[in-house]
């Protein structure tokens, strides 16, 4: 689609072709590293002084037509996205169950399924739980047991706000 994906996997296929066959004809693997190294290293440098930066909504729109197989419309769709969440927004593209294109911001985060009762629920009607301002805690693994977080729930009441727990 105009991404690079393609002449990139070809690319590294040559290398590890060549490679492979420098190393079984006797080169040292070490020096084939720092070779290859050096050579990234000068390739990113010429790259970094060819690029055109992409700012403008019209040449996010021209990138994102050539990503989008052409299509003009997904080009302006994802041009619009862009300039809604800005550079360090996050965009994510998925199939929908309709014919016609459409772009939804969300503001803050969503989960696609998440609250283990119907009692987490806030909004019955649209059956979400929307919390404003809440503290956030993360935890890596299944929280069996709330003896190990009872300080941290104390001092979250004391402080009347809400709390959203993401876990395994």
Do not use: W
């Not at 729109?61 to 997904?74: F, K, P, R």
């Not at 593209?93 to 309709?98: A, F, I, Q």
């Not at 929280?143 to 706000?161: A, C, T």
């Amino acid at each position: 689609a105009g991404d690079g994906t393609t002449s990139a996997t070809v690319l590294a296929h040559s290398i590890l072709q060549e490679a492979t066959r420098a190393v079984s004809a006797g080169l040292n693997p070490m020096d084939l590293r720092r070779g290859v190294d050096e050579a990234v290293r000068h390739i990113v440098q010429q790259l970094d002084e060819m690029s055109v930066p992409v700012s403008t909504k019209e040449s996010i729109s021209q990138v994102a037509t050539i990503s989008g197989n052409g299509d003009a419309e997904i080009g302006a769709l994802i041009s619009d996205a862009m300039e809604r969440v800005g550079a360090e927004g996050v965009i994510t593209v998925s199939d929908g169950k309709t014919l016609e294109d459409e772009l939804e911001t969300v503001e803050g985060m969503r989960f696609d399924r998440g609250y283990i009762s119907p009692y987490f629920v806030t909004d019955s009607k649209a059956q979400t739980c929307e919390l404003e301002n809440p503290y956030l805690l993360l935890v890596e693994k299944k929280v069996s047991s709330l003896q190990s977080m009872v300080r941290i729930l104390e001092s979250i009441i004391k402080e009347q706000r809400p709390l959203l727990i993401i876990a395994e």
